[in-house]
């Protein structure tokens, strides 16, 4: 070895600006750096006070260093994370990676202006309603001479792109730099989205709701047009029927995908997604099982939590997204209610002194004290799912939460919302059975299908009692015990990030030999 430069490995990572996309890019990053790899992440940024001077220098590039001691968490000294971000990212990351590494953030700005986005619009959840974030997407089309300066300066040995920037395989491409993909969910919601983009089986039926089976599919499931994506349903071109025409392409074009899940959990799938339709993939997953522990969390929640039984509280959460209007909440709070069960139930929505809740039935905060518990803004999910007091979750169908429910023995109610949660609902529902639907129909961006409080109350009573209930759980507590074994040395997911190391080191060596 000349020296250890230049054998090492650098692999820059480039998640879409969303908290569902860059959590599990930290663990992915986490765990590459655990591999003995250099680790970029790129996200975006905007000007701040604090960022600017060095951003005018760099053609709003820009580097933000935080140190912390990697070898007093058992991490070799010297790896070096970088991570690209924006300055809305900057604090979550930090509290996220503090302790683990020796980590660089750099900046890079999303040209929202050029767009008609105000200023500053630099993540998914700054754009709140449904037509911004279309409008965001396209401004994520116009990174490329970013990363492209990006690559130049820093040649890696591999780029993670995000689905959402298929265009960076072709930035990538030219500096000869392969690409892997990761679209952050799991097989089946690929192969579903495959099946339904390749055969346009909603094209063929009478009406929205009318079923129809997911042709060219390993088992029999029922699919409604409803519940696919409105930017596929309809024939004119939009913005984003081109980029999702572009991310099932770039599936071929670049190297391979890496898939956050773990071939026990549905081995039908990871086997057509790769000899059926022909892409290569590696189940590197479930990513956050690697890094646990790292982040203690003392939540007065868990504390509440201790002084229940065990499966008896239900948790209500629907991701880092969904934005359910008053009527929604108020269904939500009053279904809580009627099942009678124990609950958290966490609500994105600030509480303002002396103003009333418009959704807040009249004395429900009386009536739930010491059975329901309202947490505001962010909640420790893995923790809270992990307590034993937890007995089942009331989820969109993220593809983290829903892993993380697998990962905890937890079974759901399903109430998908948009994305590709109405595949995920089936994979619990229907395939692995560990979870009953709340009966949402409809995909819709951020605010979700009605759903009337009968059937939440109806929902959350069969997850939570009886025998349905205790059957799902022990299939979900089977499932777990699965994904902890596929993460140990000699599990399924270790193989494939081990055969995935391979790959990438031959190509790093064949590709520095070339050079001298
Ligand atoms: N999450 C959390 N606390 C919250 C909301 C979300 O920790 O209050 C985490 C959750 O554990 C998961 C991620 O945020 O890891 C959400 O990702 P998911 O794919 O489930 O949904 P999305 O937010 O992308 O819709």
Known sequence: MGSQGHHQLHVIFFPFMAQGHLIPTIDMAKLFASKGCKVTILTTSYFTPFLSKKIENSAQIDIFNIRVPAAEVGLPEGIDITILTTSYFTPFLSKKIENSAQIDIFNIRVPAAEVGLPEGIDSAHAAGTPEMMETFFKACGKLGPQLDQILERHRPVCLV????????????????????????????????????????PHKKVSSDLEPFILPNFPDQVEFTASRVPHFMRHDDETELTKLFKAMKEVEFKSYGVLVNSFYELEPAYADHYRKVLGRKAWNIGPLFLYNKGSNSDEHECLKWLDSKKPNSVVFV????????????????????????????????????????EEWLPEGFEERIKGKGLIIRGWAPQVPILEHEAVGGFVTHCGWNSTQESVCAGVPMVTWPIAAEQFYNEKLVTQILRVGVEVGAKKWKRLVGDFVKRDAIERAVSRVMEGEEAEEMRSRVKRLAEMARSAVKEGGSSVLDLNALFDDLRSAHYSSYENLH
């Open 317 to 356: 959460s629907f991701g880092s997204m969904a934005n359910f209007d008053d009527e929604q909440l108020e269904e939500i709070a009053t279904g809580l209610e009627a099942s009678g069960q124990q609950f958290i139930w966490v609500v994105k929505k600030e509480k303002k002194e002396g103003v009333k």
């Open 161 to 200: 792109a995000d689905m959402f920037f298929p265009w960076a395989t072709d930035v990538a491409a030219k500096f000869g730099i392969p690409t892997l993909l990761f679209h952050g969910t799991c097989y089946f919601a690929l192969c579903g989205s495959t099946s339904v983009f390749l055969h346009e």
